[in-house]
Nanobody, 126 residues
């Protein structure tokens, strides 16, 4: 069974940076498409970024494009989300997810992902 554990969240000032990590265990990470979603208080979960199995293709929400970078290291069974120029509206719980599917272009809909971590809090002060 796949297990995902996020780390790296915290409190930063606007304009700051954080790097989230997602440790993958239980299966071979290279067989899974990986993604990040977030959920702010009182709002629905929203897509942030996704990366295909090889790491050759990534997708981003328009709200984070140019500021966030998703990557993966299959040898370390870890995915990352580098977040730069953070803004107060980025405050949310960030969830790592994985999908056991082959997709050259990773999906942005949460329903495709069948394994989820418990989340890590990111708070950005103004």
């Amino acid at each position: 069974q796949v297990q995902l554990v996020e780390s790296g969240g915290g409190l930063v000032q606007a304009g700051g940076s954080l790097r989230l990590s997602c440790a993958f265990s239980g299966r071979t990470a290279s067989r899974y498409t990986m993604g990040w979603f977030r959920q702010a208080p009182g709002k629905e979960r929203e897509f942030v970024a996704a990366i295909n199995r090889s790491g050759s293709t990534t997708r981003y929400a328009d709200t984070v494009k140019g500021r966030f970078t998703i990557s993966r290291d299959n040898a370390k069974n870890t995915a990352y989300l580098q977040m730069n120029n953070l803004q107060p509206e980025d405050t949310a719980v960030y969830y790592c997810c994985a999908a056991d599917l082959f997709a050259s272009v990773p999906p942005t809909a949460g329903g495709f992902y069948n394994a989820w971590g418990k989340g890590t809090q990111v708070s950005v002060s103004s």
